[in-house]
Each structure stands twice: as C-alpha cells, then as structure tokens.
DNA sequence: TCAATGATTAGC
DNA sequence: CTAATCATTGAT
C-alpha cells in the first residue's frame, strides 16, 4: 500500500489523528454513488485513556480495536447514530481515531444555492448517515473493496493547514486529555 | 436544557 | 438477567 496505507496509521492514535485532518474519505455506498469529503475533525482514543471503549477490555463491539491498523470500527450510539473509528497503532493496543466532520465537494458544485451543504456531515452520526455507514463495516478493512477508503491531502497541501488542538467532545472519562484536533476556520466543523 | 431511542455491557 | 450508560443530534 502506499503513503496513506496500513504501516502510516500504525502509530499511535494520537499521531495519527492530527495527521488525517485534510485527507479525503471516499465512500462508495451500496449503489454504486460515490461521496467524497475532507476529514476537518478527528479525536484520538487510545492506550490507558479511561473514555476509549477499549479501556477495560476486549468485547464483542470493540473488538476491531484490538484488530490490525486499517481496520474499520463502526458503532450504534444513542439509539440513532453510528460513528466511524479508523483502527490505528498495532494488533491488542485498543486505538482508532473517530472521524468526527466532513467538508463534502460534491455538493459544493452540485448544489451551491445550498447554504447548508457544509453543516450535512458536520458530526460524527451526521456523516454516517450521509456516508451510509453502519455497523456492517465494522472489523473491515479500510479499502476500495469495502467501499470506504483515504486519498492524500488535495490542496492546500497539509503543510499549510492550521489544526486547532482541543479536548474531546461527549464525553465524561479523560475529558482533560486534549486528543481533538480540526481545521481552522473550517464552517464544516461539528463544533468550534 | 432536554428528549429520542436501542445496542451494549457492567454488575448482580 | 437487568438496569445504567452512551465518543449524538435537533428542537425548545
């Protein structure tokens, strides 16, 4: 695999989160559509942090985050919404990154009398329900077969971009540890 | 500030 | 087996 393959997201979470602020997720749902947009929000969970679902121990849900970087770890929140995880760091070390917001190019041309197209998958559940993600994906990998996958940073080129530092969103465990990074000035942001 | 809504899991 | 919890969202 290349630059943005499995040995570039074996590393901690907390390294490789900043670094997929600007790369492009591309998502081909089942019916064949395809969905591009710039990851602008990420959080980090990972080793001996008390709010990373793999804190106390392997089960049945988390298991892709004990899996091999790459992998993908899809959940069901709330009773309505799903998040989208990126497996990170090695096999048994419990770390992914949440994707947390999209700035979406296809509606940007398609429908630019949309004032809101840039809010559409400003959140985590927000941009899985556009995305059509679900727990199906869950434990697979990240890749063109499985319909989801990363292309580099577009311009600007990631040199350039300015990422905000911050703690975690929803959180009530490690609320002090500041594992949340997004793009500056970004309106497609879930929260500022 | 608060309800919706159901899978998941910690704790009996 | 059961009840509390929950990495959210949108309406009030």
Known sequence: MGKLGASWLARPCERVAPDLIGCILVRRNPQGQIYRGMIVETEAYGEGDPACH????????????????????????????????IVTDRPGMASAVLIRALALEHHK??????????????????????????????????????????????????????????????????????????????PAVSRP
Request: net charge positive; proline share 9%.
């Open 54 to 85: 793999g804190y106390h121990r392997q089960t049945p849900r988390n298991a892709p985050m004990f899996g091999p970087p790459g992998l993908l770890y899809v959940y069901f929140i709330y009773g309505m919404h799903h998040c989208l995880n």
């Open 109 to 186: 041309l398609s429908c630019p009398q949309d004032q809101n197209f840039h809010r559409w998958a400003a959140g985590p559940g927000k941009l899985c329900r556009y995305f059509q993600i679900d727990r199906q994906l869950s434990g697979q990998p990240l890749a063109i077969a499985t319909g989801l996958w990363l292309e580099s940073s577009p311009r600007p080129h990631k040199n350039s971009l300015e990422l905000v530092q911050t703690t975690r969103i929803g959180i009530k465990q490690g609320q002090d540890i500041p594992w949340r990074w997004y793009l500056k000035n970004s």
